[in-house]
C-alpha cells in the first residue's frame, strides 16, 4: 500500500488564536504564522534572511483543540494544502493563499513538552491499533539492509 503524504507547513505562531464561527455555525480558527529563512553560504554557515508571514486556517474540532493548545510564539508542524482565498479588507479586495491545516502538533525539535496518554473519550483515540509486532519493540541489533524495502 502506497504512504498517504499531504503539504505540510512550519513556523511559528505571531499572532494570537482567533477562534470564531463560519457563516455555517462550524468553530474556524485563524492564525498569522511566520517562516524563518537562511541561506547557506559557502563557508558552510547559514545567514538568516527575510522571515515571510502567511494566513493559516483550521476548522472543526481540531480547531476547538488547536485555540486550547497554541499561543502567539509557539512553534508549529501542521499536515494539510494551500488554497487561493479572496476576501475583503478596509473596501479592499484582497486576494492571496491560505494553509488550511487539518492536523497540526507542536514543534518537537524546537519545543519542550510532555506527552499526556491518559485515555481521551472519543473512540477513535481509546481505540488499541493493530500493529505489526516488528513495529511495538525497539531492535537491539541493526536490520540487514536486505530487509528493508523501499
Do not use: W
Not at 476547538?64 to 510564539?73: L, N, P, S, T, Y
Amino acid at each position: 500500500m502506497a504512504i498517504r503524504t499531504q503539504e505540510s507547513l512550519s513556523g511559528f505562531i505571531a499572532s494570537d488564536p482567533q477562534l470564531a464561527p463560519t457563516t455555517k455555525g462550524d468553530p474556524r480558527l485563524y492564525v498569522r504564522v511566520g517562516q524563518e529563512h537562511y541561506r547557506h553560504e559557502e563557508d558552510g554557515s547559514f545567514t538568516q534572511t527575510e522571515t515571510t508571514y502567511h494566513h493559516l486556517v483550521m476548522f472543526g474540532r481540531s480547531a476547538e483543540r488547536a485555540a486550547e493548545q497554541f499561543g502567539k510564539g509557539d512553534n508549529f508542524v501542521a499536515e494539510g494544502y494551500t488554497r487561493h482565498s479572496a476576501y475583503e479588507k478596509d473596501g479592499q479586495s484582497v486576494e492571496g493563499e491560505e494553509f488550511v491545516a487539518k492536523r497540526i502538533g507542536h514543534d518537537s525539535a524546537r519545543t519542550r513538552y510532555e506527552v499526556d496518554r491518559t485515555s481521551r473519550s472519543a473512540p477513535a483515540v481509546t481505540e488499541q491499533r493493530d500493529i505489526p509486532a516488528e513495529f511495538t519493540a525497539p531492535s537491539t541489533a541493526a536490520r540487514p539492509a536486505s530487509s528493508i524495502s523501499l
